[in-house]
């Protein structure tokens, strides 16, 4: 069996955990079938739940070899030391401390040592310190009672611990649910109400509407509304009894579902209608209580049809057919038909003392002695009702013997026997849930928020797993790679990247289709992933790359990590994988240097990942405490981050040789030149050089292609006068603008399908998406990964590599209601290669200040003012500017505004200078011209 060990009190004077080896000697069936829904966990249940402890403990015994975490493991045991504890483990560590618990109610004392009676009570708490080392020493506690409770607190705490720890780690969102249901029971046992709402809470974030039917999730379902109710919250006890009800209709009625150990479907339909009856007529009870018994009718005959159901269902010898006599007959007394009733719970009474179930006999006493007096035998409801509550106070029933209390107060109160009622009443008043009754109601929303909480928490969590994991090999992606190098950067550490690169993975997908090509990258992931140590990151940058960061590791011992890797890979039989061609990898390594950035790092291993190809692939190349620089063009990351600075004159004579072919949905080109431009490329000789200026030498301004100016890298040429070599070194605006998407009105794949196509057609601009809802946004995003480029108040996202920025616009937003319009220009504009600044909020008065001190024209190429019902801004910022201006109308604004057409007449009807007029809600045609204003301004201002 799963042995923990654990060692004494720490400073603090609490437990601490020590790893120890983890043991598996009981046979695998007995694990399973402590495991809910299995027989064994069934038949300790029941024992626990009926007080039989004496039985649990055998039925236990014979799971638990050793009867404490605190033995020391079999020190030739070959487990390893991090083994996880298996489910089965920990519901036996569960239910052994729930055994533990029910004794210590027993001898009188909670879990955490306080006597039971309260503080009132001359009994002292328990020496749980003295306890542990009881247990270290392996002695029991001997004959001092108290010792042997301290002994069974301190055991029972370490049980909890090891057992919650087990259901944390597993993926099982289910059994991880049921395991803190029970936990709560534990600590409603132990009077830690606080503890007990908490698991509670826990355990309902995770049962999830979707989960399928199972015989476990009704029974969890059911093991919360019981706490819950045990809670006094009985509305939200109500709630998820009804659902496990109608799961278990669902299972039922759903062939397959059920297993062959999970019972009789209809035994199982009956039970939850029995069990969601008791709390209809518990809360119809409450609200006679109340005095309203118009409300508690509805409740009362819904409970009295639940328990005809099971009667209907349950077969003549089942044990629960008295149970749902019990509900029967209190719906029936709820109803004023006490005679009906009286009958059948004195049947249920004779048969229940017959057997060990105490709760069921506490019940049917209760059910009978509310009958007797509401029937007026004052005498017999005063016997059976007291009975109730000594049942109820021994075996730890809360509820029922709050109801006894109060039944019994009543009765004599009705009597006008204050000597009698009076105790009952102080009772009643002082019990623990009763003295929370004024917190229940912010319990109640406690309960929603926190469950609330954890939801969400989950579900950000889900979604940053989203955001920072590659889907195919569940590798942290580019985006998280980014980050992360940056945060070791800034801290100064001295990392060292590894760029590895599949070797022409092009022709495996070719030659073996998709599929093979997708496992061979999930098998080179997982083979770089055993390759490095604990502290390294393997994270997919894009297609068939991926890249390692190795803090505090210099160049040097990263080759030699990467050169046993490498061999891993050369020599993995890849035919299992129907590959029968040889697959490698190539690796550029490099360590960061002072003064180091992300990108200058990445271009470093990068440079020499491209050495490593051109000396012909499989080996590892590295490059220690410098920054290499390469001939433009010879990288994808010139296309996203520019090229670096030339050095010097271009090596013709070496061959260059270009990356993978991959396809340019995944890999991102470098921008090409357009295809109507006649110049060459700049390793063409220089006897071509005038053919790189138009019109010729001496003829004035040089006119752009057709499409606009192309980016070109820098170019030096002897041949060519000072100023043309100026113009063609300087930096060019791109030469096209983004392809569009508009979203509205189509669903997110269609958009995902638009933006693929898109890619693949135009590898060299960014896919513009506009008009998306978030759904949209985040499944390109999640798709697209560190290639999307996202703005959510624009509802826009863009795919793809972003040009340079050449010259500035800036976009005037009159009010708070024209902020989305304002918004989708300003990421326009970005996306087509001019630089923005957001001005918000210009209308009024405040216009005027920002008019008169210039600060609006400062450095713009061009305006775009995009306003509703402060329409007449744009003629007023357009007589005063000297930069032309683009006005945008929206809809926004007054009622009488005419869905933006009252705008974009008075911006019409405006004599100011050097303004033209979008159409309504246009921010993209804006965001297009006013960067195309500002890359021509660039242009014509140079040399």
């Known amino acids: 069996m799963t042995r923990s060990a654990w060692d004494a009190w720490d400073a603090s004077g609490g437990l601490r955990r020590v790893p120890e080896q983890v043991l598996d000697t009981a046979p695998p069936a007995v694990h399973s079938a402590l495991v809910p829904p299995g027989a064994l966990h069934h038949r300790v249940t029941a024992a626990l739940a009926n007080w039989q402890l004496d039985d649990a403990e055998d039925l236990l015994a014979d799971v638990e070899q050793e009867p404490s975490p605190y033995v020391a493991a079999d020190p030739g045991a070959d487990a390893p030391d991090d083994a996880p504890v298996s489910l089965g483990k920990a519901w036996a560590d569960t239910l052994r401390a729930e055994l533990l618990v029910r004794r210590l109610r027993v001898a009188g004392f909670t879990l955490v040592g306080d006597p039971v009676t309260g503080g009132d009570s001359s009994e002292e708490a328990l020496d749980l310190h003295a306890g542990v080392e009881k247990l270290i020493d392996g002695d029991g506690g001997g004959e001092d009672p108290r010792a042997e409770s301290a002994s069974r607190a301190a055991l029972a705490i370490a049980l909890v611990r090891s057992a919650k720890a087990a259901f944390d780690a597993t993926d099982d969102d289910l059994q991880r649910a049921a395991g803190l249901a029970r936990h709560a029971r534990i600590e409603l046992l132990s ?28 029974d969890t ?12 919250l009985m509305p939200l006890a109500l709630d998820y009894q009804r659902r496990g009800h109608e799961v278990a209709i669902t299972a039922a009625a759903e062939p397959g579902t059920l297993g062959p150990d999970d019972g009789d479907p209809d035994v199982l339909v009956a039970t939850t209608a029995t069990s969601l009856g008791e709390l209809c007529a518990e809360l119809g009870e409450g609200l006679l ?15 009295r049809a639940l328990a005809e159901q099971a009667l209907a269902l349950l077969p003549p010898e089942h044990p629960g057919i008295v149970t749902a006599q019990v509900v029967h007959g209190w719906a029936l007394v709820g109803l004023g038909e006490h005679a009906a009733a009286v009958g059948p719970l004195r049947a249920a009474v004779r048969i229940t003392s017959a057997t060990a179930d105490r709760a069921q006999l506490a019940s049917a006493q209760l059910a009978l002695g509310r009958a007797l007096r509401r029937q007026g035998d004052v005498g017999g409801a005063d016997e059976h009702l007291v009975s109730a509550l000594n049942l109820a106070t021994e075996h730890g029933l809360p509820r029922l013997r709050r109801a006894a209390l109060r039944e019994l107060c009543t009765l004599h109160a009705e009597l006008d026997d204050a000597g009698r009622a009076l105790p009952y009443l102080q009772a009643y008043l002082s019990d623990e849930l009763d003295r929370v009754d004024e917190r229940r109601t912010r319990w109640v929303e406690l309960f929603g928020r926190r469950k609330s909480l954890l939801e969400t928490e989950r579900a950000a969590g889900q979604l940053r797993r989203q955001a920072y994991e590659d889907p195919l090999t569940h590798l942290p992606n580019r985006r998280y790679a980014e980050a992360r190098l940056d945060g070791l950067l800034a801290t100064g550490g001295a990392p060292a990247l590894a760029v590895v690169d599949v070797d022409r993975f092009k022709t495996i997908n070719d030659a073996f289709g998709h599929p093979a090509g997708d496992a061979a990258l999930r098998t080179v992931a997982d083979l770089l992933v055993d390759g490095v140590r604990d502290t390294d990151e393997v994270c997919r940058w894009a297609g068939d790359e991926f890249v ?6 210099t160049a040097e011992q990263g080759e030699r990590a990467l050169e046993r890797i490498r061999r891993a890979v050369a020599t993995y039989d890849w035919s299992r994988l129907g590959i029968d061609i040889p697959v490698t990898i190539s690796v550029g390594i490099a360590s960061a240097a002072r003064g180091d950035d992300r990108r200058t790092l990445f271009a470093a291993a990068d440079g020499v990942l491209y050495d490593a190809k051109r000396s012909g692939r499989d080996r590892v190349v590295r490059l220690s405490g410098v920054t290499q620089t390469r001939a433009p063009g010879t990288s994808p990351l010139d296309a996203l981050f520019g090229p670096p600075p030339s050095t010097g004159p271009a090596d013709d004579t070496a061959p260059v040789e270009s990356p993978e072919e991959d396809d340019a949905a995944v890999t991102v080109a470098a921008v090409q030149p357009s295809p109507l431009d006649p110049r060459p490329a700049p390793s063409e000789t220089a006897a071509f050089a005038p053919v790189l200026v138009d019109p010729p030498l001496g003829s004035g301004t040089p006119s752009e292609p057709l499409l606009g100016p192309v980016l070109e890298p820098a170019v030096v040429l002897e041949q060519v006068p000072e100023q043309v070599v100026a113009h063609v070194a300087a930096p060019r605006p791109p030469a096209v603008e983004p392809e569009v998407i508009w979203a509205t009105g189509r669903t997110t794949e269609q958009v995902l399908a638009l933006v693929r196509e898109a890619r693949r057609e135009h590898p060299d601009r960014p896919a513009l998406v506009l008009r998306a809802a978030a759904e949209t946004l985040v499944a390109v995003a999640s798709e697209h990964d560190a290639y999307t480029t996202m703005d959510a108040a624009a509802m826009a996202a863009a795919v793809g590599p972003l040009p340079e920025p050449v010259g500035r616009v800036h976009v005037l937003c009159a009010g708070g209601a024209d902020g989305p319009v304002a918004a989708e220009a300003a990421f326009v504009t970005r996306i087509a290669g001019s630089e923005v600044v957001r001005v918000d909020d210009v209308a009024g008065s405040r216009i005027r200040g920002l008019l008169a001190d210039g600060s609006l024209f400062a450095d713009a190429d061009c305006l775009v003012v995009v306003a509703g019902m402060d329409a007449s801004l744009a003629a007023l910022v357009g007589a005063t500017a000297d930069v032309p201006v683009v006005a945008v109308p929206t809809s926004t604004g007054a009622p009488n505004a005419f869905a933006g057409l009252g705008a974009l007449m008075t911006m019409l009807n405006s004599a100011a200078p050097g303004v033209a007029v979008s159409a309504i809600d246009n921010g993209y045609s804006a965001g297009v011209f006013a960067a195309r204003v500002a890359r021509r301004a660039m242009t014509t201002a140079r040399p």
């Open 191 to 218: 009077r830690r109400i606080d503890a007990a709402m908490d698991e509670a809470v826990e355990a309902a974030s995770l049962l999830d509407p979707v989960l399928p039917p199972s015989a476990l999730l009704v």
């Open 289 to 303: 209580d109340d005095g309203v018994p118009e409300s508690a009718v509805p409740h009362f005959a819904e409970a």
């Open 548 to 553: 390692i960061l190795l803090p505090d590791t």
């Open 221 to 232: 379902l059911g093991t919360l509304a019981g706490v819950l109710a045990d809670l006094e």
